[in-house]
């Protein structure tokens, strides 16, 4: 058996395992296949940077971060032990020394990106090192449902078979969804030894605000704590920007990280994050902050994060000491809408898209919280927790108020338009807004009309945004983000059960000047919907998304929502060849299923001569069998009923021409009656 102890003591400087850490160090060391979920700061690369010296060869670690993995690195050798990288972000000096210590057989970690496994040389490569054990970090990566898939790491597998070696996943966030997925694809289904060692970060005090002045809200923030490390997380390159210079106007130290800058650029950073203290870094959450710095304090979402995965993942920068740290994340209807059009305009199959509607709702149903956040959290995770007394709903509770009615209004708006509409439409019924809309589909006539004017717009979006964090409604992508029902709403839309709300984030709700979107909220489901199939359209054929439409037809098609490729071709932008091409593909989206048009009637779409087709072919049917019914069944071609609409002949002699003897002498009379009709 070995004896970790000696080496835990020497090379890292701990006298004791964390809890947790030592069975992993054991089975990871002895060769199994180990699959680890521990919460983030609980010492996971502990467990198989320790083993790695423990065996002999080399530990490969995959791992998405480069900034975690050069930060890793330079740890290991601060320590004493050869550890080396090969990334993107690497110098050639430092790709160099890497290959000379493999080379000598000296190099006991190697980290990798995951991509680099798709570079043809790089099984050779490893295959002649002597690699003993590969570890992943960020497993949760290889789970397509998860919050941050990787496709290369799909490649992990079949890598491992190539190797023979034991394999060592590890992550903090996996729900059992995720997990099934890591075994499924790291390990070929068959079960590794697994070890949970709990989500619980208690050392982290939580908070949520709703935004209102978000720049104002970080800034107050970080002045509540300067001098102190932290990161901020933006959801835009230019965001990141913006706010790292706004901290500094402040008089904080602070600078921006995202995937756009110049790779010497980001390694500067990085290094002064590792080194400088009460440097706060403003970054995107796409590119991911990695570093390992111990002392973080504080972290600030200024955008809302992607799920709880994700909010999980990002807050876990802070306090991994095991000290007092602190965040705060900011969400507004904005950031909703932005993630759920994100979904829906994704490339994902409808699947994966409603999972992840379904985790952006848990989110929401955390930042909508009425008790203590870190059991709603924890509880995600499968976990039961009392109060904490270390987040903003146990330091002081939400004001809270029976909303009961207004909800059972919203649900019943909801039942009586049959689920087929979003927020925006239904707000407009509660408060009796006469709209084209609502004019047009006669809603002014419903028994909800006019119910909900006690709360204003604002006032309603609050309770629909909670409705939603509470899971009583969900967007059905299908239906292009119209609100369904959960089963949990309708025990209280038949009176059977109530609902306390928020009071608080609905009487700050007030009049703001709208933000101006391309369409209203009620059409914009169905936008992000009409974008993600022309952008699949235009990857497809590698030409720019406008070749295929420009906005504004799809802002027509959104607005309009034709049915028939007669309805299409009026929209402007879409004329023939790109009625042929696209029409059908663009009317699934907007309309389900598409009936097959024939070609001869497709070229009359949008014109006189379309509804004259249409007219004569609703006779030829009454007359197919004669006018009696007892004929031989005799029909016109599609060619000739386009023909005869087109040309319009005036008199039997003309129409004959067009049908030959036996078809006018069955359709003649009726033929010339529709045309003599249609003017």
């Given at each position: 058996m070995f004896d970790a102890a000696p080496m835990l003591r020497d090379v890292f400087g701990f006298d004791d395992f964390r809890p947790g850490q030592e069975e992993i160090v054991d089975a990871v060391t002895a060769g199994e296949n180990v699959l680890a979920i521990m919460p983030t700061g609980g010492g996971k690369s502990l467990c198989y940077q320790l083993p790695a010296l423990l065996r002999d060869?080399?530990?490969?670690?995959?791992?998405?971060?480069?900034?975690?993995?050069?930060?890793?690195?330079?740890?290991?050798?601060?320590?004493?032990?050869?550890?080396?990288?090969?990334?993107?972000?690497?110098?050639?000096?430092?790709?160099?020394?890497?290959?000379?210590?493999?080379?000598?057989?000296?190099?006991?970690?190697?980290?990798?990106?995951?991509?680099r496994l798709a570079a043809g040389s790089a099984l050779g490569m490893l295959r002649r090192i002597n690699v003993s054990l590969i570890a992943v970090d960020e497993a949760h990566c290889v789970s397509q449902w998860g919050h941050d898939f990787r496709p290369d790491y799909l490649r992990i597998g079949e890598l491992r078979r190539a190797l023979g070696v034991p394999l060592a996943a590890f992550t903090a966030t996996a729900d059992a969804e995720t997990q099934d997925e890591i075994v499924e694809k790291l390990f070929d289904g068959t079960a590794p030894r697994k070890f949970l060692r709990g989500f619980d970060r208690p050392n982290i005090h939580l908070a949520f605000a709703a935004k209102d002045g978000p720049r104002k809200q970080i800034l107050d923030f970080a002045a509540a704590r300067k001098t102190q490390s932290g990161i901020v997380y933006c959801g835009t390159r230019n965001k990141t920007e913006v706010l790292a210079q706004a901290l500094r106007a402040e008089g904080h130290t602070a600078c921006h990280y995202h995937g756009g800058m110049d790779p010497e650029d980001r390694r500067i950073v990085e290094t002064r994050f590792a080194r400088e203290d009460g440097l706060i870094v403003v970054a995107t959450v796409a590119f991911g902050m990695g570093i390992d710095k111990p002392d973080i304090r504080w972290v600030a979402h200024a955008d809302l994060p992607k799920s709880i995965e994700a909010y999980y993942q990002e807050i876990g920068r802070a306090g991994r000491d095991g000290g007092p740290a602190e965040t705060l994340t900011l969400f507004g209807p904005d950031d909703i809408r932005l993630r759920r059009s994100q979904i829906d305009e994704g490339l994902a199959p409808p699947e994966r898209r409603m999972a992840d509607h379904a985790r952006l709702n848990a989110l929401l149903g955390l930042a909508e919280a009425l008790v203590c956040r870190r059991q709603t959290l924890l509880g995600y995770f499968g976990e039961q927790a009392q109060p904490c007394g270390k987040c903003d709903l146990c330091d002081t509770p939400p004001e809270v108020f029976d909303g009961t009615?207004?909800?059972?209004?919203?649900?019943?708006?909801?039942?009586?338009?049959?689920?087929?509409?979003?927020?925006?439409?239904?707000?407009?019924?509660?408060?009796?807004?006469?709209?084209?809309?609502?004019?047009?589909?006669?809603?002014?006539?419903?028994?909800?009309?006019?119910?909900?004017?006690?709360?204003?717009?604002?006032?309603?979006?609050?309770?629909?945004?909670?409705?939603?964090?509470?899971?009583?409604?969900?967007?059905?992508?299908?239906?292009?983000?119209?609100?369904?029902?959960?089963?949990?709403?309708?025990?209280?839309?038949?009176?059977?059960?109530?609902?306390?709300?928020?009071?608080?984030?609905?009487?700050?709700?007030?009049?703001?000047?709208?933000?101006?979107?391309?369409?209203?909220?009620?059409?914009?489901?169905?936008?992000?919907?009409?974008?993600?199939?022309?952008?699949?359209?235009?990857?497809?054929?590698?030409?720019?998304?406008?070749?295929?439409?420009?906005?504004?037809?799809?802002?027509?098609?959104?607005?309009?929502?034709?049915?028939?490729?007669?309805?299409?071709?009026?929209?402007?932008?879409?004329?023939?060849?790109?009625?042929?091409?696209?029409?059908?593909?663009?009317?699934?989206?907007?309309?389900?299923?598409?009936?097959?048009?024939?070609?001869?009637?497709?070229?009359?779409?949008?014109?006189?001569?379309?509804?004259?087709?249409?007219?004569?072919?609703?006779?030829?049917?009454?007359?197919?069998?004669?006018?009696?019914?007892?004929?031989?069944?005799?029909?016109?071609?599609?060619?000739?009923?386009?023909?005869?609409?087109?040309?319009?002949?005036?008199?039997?002699?003309?129409?004959?021409?067009?049908?030959?003897?036996?078809?006018?002498?069955?359709?003649?009379?009726?033929?010339?009656?529709?045309?003599?009709?249609?003017?």
């Amino acid at each position: 058996m070995f004896d970790a102890a000696p080496m835990l003591r020497d090379v890292f400087g701990f006298d004791d395992f964390r809890p947790g850490q030592e069975e992993i160090v054991d089975a990871v060391t002895a060769g199994e296949n180990v699959l680890a979920i521990m919460p983030t700061g609980g010492g996971k690369s502990l467990c198989y940077q320790l083993p790695a010296l423990l065996r002999d060869g080399v530990t490969v670690v995959i791992s998405p971060l480069i900034a975690l993995m050069r930060d890793q690195v330079r740890g290991l050798q601060e320590a004493g032990v050869e550890a080396g990288a090969l990334t993107s972000g690497n110098t050639p000096e430092e790709t160099e020394a890497v290959w000379d210590a493999l080379e000598a057989g000296r190099l006991k970690l190697l980290y990798m990106a995951p991509e680099r496994l798709a570079a043809g040389s790089a099984l050779g490569m490893l295959r002649r090192i002597n690699v003993s054990l590969i570890a992943v970090d960020e497993a949760h990566c290889v789970s397509q449902w998860g919050h941050d898939f990787r496709p290369d790491y799909l490649r992990i597998g079949e890598l491992r078979r190539a190797l023979g070696v034991p394999l060592a996943a590890f992550t903090a966030t996996a729900d059992a969804e995720t997990q099934d997925e890591i075994v499924e694809k790291l390990f070929d289904g068959t079960a590794p030894r697994k070890f949970l060692r709990g989500f619980d970060r208690p050392n982290i005090h939580l908070a949520f605000a709703a935004k209102d002045g978000p720049r104002k809200q970080i800034l107050d923030f970080a002045a509540a704590r300067k001098t102190q490390s932290g990161i901020v997380y933006c959801g835009t390159r230019n965001k990141t920007e913006v706010l790292a210079q706004a901290l500094r106007a402040e008089g904080h130290t602070a600078c921006h990280y995202h995937g756009g800058m110049d790779p010497e650029d980001r390694r500067i950073v990085e290094t002064r994050f590792a080194r400088e203290d009460g440097l706060i870094v403003v970054a995107t959450v796409a590119f991911g902050m990695g570093i390992d710095k111990p002392d973080i304090r504080w972290v600030a979402h200024a955008d809302l994060p992607k799920s709880i995965e994700a909010y999980y993942q990002e807050i876990g920068r802070a306090g991994r000491d095991g000290g007092p740290a602190e965040t705060l994340t900011l969400f507004g209807p904005d950031d909703i809408r932005l993630r759920r059009s994100q979904i829906d305009e994704g490339l994902a199959p409808p699947e994966r898209r409603m999972a992840d509607h379904a985790r952006l709702n848990a989110l929401l149903g955390l930042a909508e919280a009425l008790v203590c956040r870190r059991q709603t959290l924890l509880g995600y995770f499968g976990e039961q927790a009392q109060p904490c007394g270390k987040c903003d709903l146990c330091d002081t509770p939400p004001e809270v108020f029976d909303g009961t009615t207004p909800v059972r209004m919203a649900l019943s708006a909801i039942l009586r338009t049959e689920e087929w509409f979003g927020a925006g439409h239904l707000i407009d019924i509660l408060l009796g807004n006469e709209t084209d809309k609502t004019r047009a589909r006669r809603h002014d006539s419903l028994s909800t009309w006019g119910i909900g004017k006690d709360w204003s717009r604002p006032q309603w979006q609050a309770i629909f945004r909670q409705m939603m964090g509470h899971d009583l409604v969900r967007p059905d992508p299908e239906r292009h983000g119209a609100l369904r029902m959960t089963e949990a709403a309708k025990p209280i839309l038949k009176g059977e059960a109530q609902i306390n709300l928020r009071k608080d984030t609905i009487r700050k709700a007030t009049r703001r000047p709208a933000v101006k979107m391309m369409v209203s909220e009620e059409d914009a489901p169905l936008l992000s919907a009409l974008k993600a199939k022309r952008r699949a359209l235009a990857e497809s054929a590698r030409v720019p998304a406008y070749v295929i439409f420009p906005d504004r037809t799809l802002i027509e098609m959104a607005e309009n929502r034709p049915v028939t490729l007669d309805d299409m071709a009026r929209i402007g932008g879409v004329g023939a060849k790109k009625l042929e091409r696209y029409g059908d593909t663009f009317l699934e989206v907007i309309a389900g299923a598409v009936e097959a048009v024939h070609p001869a009637r497709r070229k009359l779409a949008g014109r006189d001569q379309g509804e004259i087709y249409d007219r004569l072919l609703e006779v030829q049917s009454q007359l197919s069998r004669g006018p009696d019914g007892i004929d031989k069944p005799l029909t016109c071609s599609a060619s000739q009923l386009a023909k005869v609409a087109q040309l319009r002949p005036n008199d039997p002699r003309g129409l004959e021409q067009v049908l030959g003897d036996r078809r006018h002498e069955r359709f003649g009379a009726a033929f010339l009656d529709v045309l003599q009709q249609a003017g």
